[in-house]
């Protein structure tokens, strides 16, 4: 697009250079004398060609006499009959090529650029089809973090819940522990009570057994 604004810029300024000169044109002659001074009396300083470029300067009063000035530099006389305000035929088809030659150009420009907002199109495609795939990945991912985050949450939940049914277990088996030591402990007690009720009765038993019998073999005597 830069390329195709100074191009019409450079034309703008090339239409407006010729704009500031009054351009007359060779007809479709052969050759075309250019003379030191308005009349066929004066020397002759070049012969032009058809479709010359030259500059217009002044006509003489009758006309018949034209001041120009070449492309080169050369400034002399030519008659005015041979003049044309417009470009020849040759001249025409040569600014009519060189117009071909610009529009072509430009055309070229033109296709490129297509060219090439075509293919930034099919990138911005490309690169629109990436993003929702990685979209879409992205939110599978996030799915996926969410479910796993939900079951950690069940899970500490869960985990919390044993734990204190674990605290309550272990003070449970604490309290039996306790309950059995203690139960052993008065078990054992009475077991040294029994015995001791047992020596004690055996040993009032061992006295009372011949205490008796004596008191019989008395009873007998008498």
């Known amino acids: 697009m830069k390329q195709l604004f100074c191009m019409l810029l450079l034309t703008l300024l090339t239409a407006t ?4 000169v009054e351009k007359r044109y060779v007809s479709d002659k052969l050759w075309l ?3 030191s001074g308005p009349g066929g009396e004066f020397r002759i300083l070049k012969a032009l060609p058809s479709g010359e470029h030259l500059i217009y300067h002044e006509q003489t009063e009758d006309k018949n006499y034209t001041k120009v000035t070449t492309d080169k530099g050369v400034e002399g006389w030519v008659l005015t009959r041979y003049l ?4 020849v035929a040759k ?11 610009k529009v ?19 990138s911005l495609s490309g690169d629109h089809s990436s993003l929702i795939r990685e979209k879409k ?3 599978k991912e996030l799915k996926r973090i969410t479910d796993i985050s939900a079951n950690a949450l069940q899970l500490d939940s869960k985990n919390t819940l044993l734990t204190k049914r674990n605290k309550e277990l272990e003070i449970l088996v604490d309290t039996l522990t306790a ?22 009765f055996g040993f009032v ?11 019989r073999k008395s009873a007998g005597w008498s």
């Open 137 to 139: 990945s992205l939110e």
């Open 104 to 122: 072509k150009a430009e055309l070229d420009t033109l296709k490129q650029q297509t060219e090439t907002l075509s293919a930034e199109k099919s």
């Open 91 to 101: 001249e025409k088809l040569i600014l009519s090529q060189r117009e071909l030659v």
């Open 17 to 20: 250079s010729y704009a500031a």
């Open 84 to 87: 044309e305000d417009e470009p």
């Open 179 to 200: 309950d059995n030591t203690r139960l052993k402990d008065n078990k054992e007690r009475t077991y040294l009570i029994i015995g001791g009720g047992l020596i004690v």
């Open 205 to 215: 038993l061992g006295l009372a057994i011949p205490a008796m019998r004596g008191g």
């Open 33 to 35: 004398q250019l003379r």
